[in-house]
């Protein structure tokens, strides 16, 4: 199992990584070149942190998705994880608030951070790049319930990965009266 862990403000080139299962999916070169086409006469770039260390936004990862076919869908919470077709899709990309700290000091400072999860030898992981190692959700009902646990927060969101294809059809999506 490939994981990838936190370098500096890294975690949507991790969570890419991550998601993907190989390093080389996308570099930090490469994501920078797509918030460059995304800003291009801007002088300090919106769609990653000031300083361009990362940081990068929901449009520079839904770019990167687009390289490889596929898209990000914004899940509505609203709804219920259940009404997910989990065998037609790649994973998840789960964004979350983050504190930011140097060294042990925490900063009054919000960030936002960046998760995969996707199944993996018929168990669910959370590859969150701030972790030792990933961790196991389990099958997909303990994998539903911890979505369902996230998406209670207002301030966590939820994105579906899926070929454009899938997208296009919403194959993901089961009907209302269907769930698992």
């Known amino acids: 199992m490939y994981h990838e862990k936190q370098q500096r403000e890294l975690c949507a080139l991790h969570a890419l990584n991550n998601l993907f299962q190989d390093k080389s999916s996308f570099s930090k070169s490469q994501l920078d070149?797509?918030?460059?086409?995304?800003?291009?006469?801007?002088?300090?770039?919106?769609?990653?942190?000031?300083?361009?260390?990362?940081?990068?936004?929901?449009?520079?990862?839904i770019a990167a998705l687009h390289l490889k076919d596929c898209e990000a869908i914004w899940?509505?919470?609203?709804?219920?994880?259940?009404?997910?077709?989990?065998s037609k899709i790649i994973?998840?990309?789960?964004?979350?608030?983050?504190?930011?700290?140097?060294?042990?000091?925490?900063?009054?400072?919000?960030?936002?951070?960046?998760?995969?999860?996707?199944?993996?030898?018929?168990?669910?992981?959370?590859?969150?790049?701030?972790?030792?190692?990933?961790?196991?959700?389990?099958?997909e009902s303990n994998m539903l319930q911890y979505l369902r646990e996230q998406l209670q927060s207002n301030d966590k969101e939820l994105f579906v990965v899926c070929t454009c294809e899938v997208d296009k059809t919403q194959q993901w999506l089961l009907p209302d009266n269907e769930q698992r």
């Open 91 to 139: 994973g998840f990309i789960l964004n979350v608030p983050s504190t930011y700290k140097v060294g042990f000091v925490r900063l009054p400072i919000q960030r936002r951070h960046w998760i995969a999860i996707r199944q993996i030898n018929k168990e669910y992981w959370n590859l969150d790049s701030k972790l030792d190692s990933p961790q196991c959700l389990g099958d």
């Open 33 to 61: 070149q797509i918030c460059q086409s995304l800003s291009p006469n801007e002088y300090i770039n919106p769609h990653r942190s000031i300083l361009g260390l990362g940081n990068y936004d929901v449009n520079v990862i």
């Open 75 to 86: 899940f509505d919470k609203r709804k219920d994880p259940s009404r997910i077709d989990t």
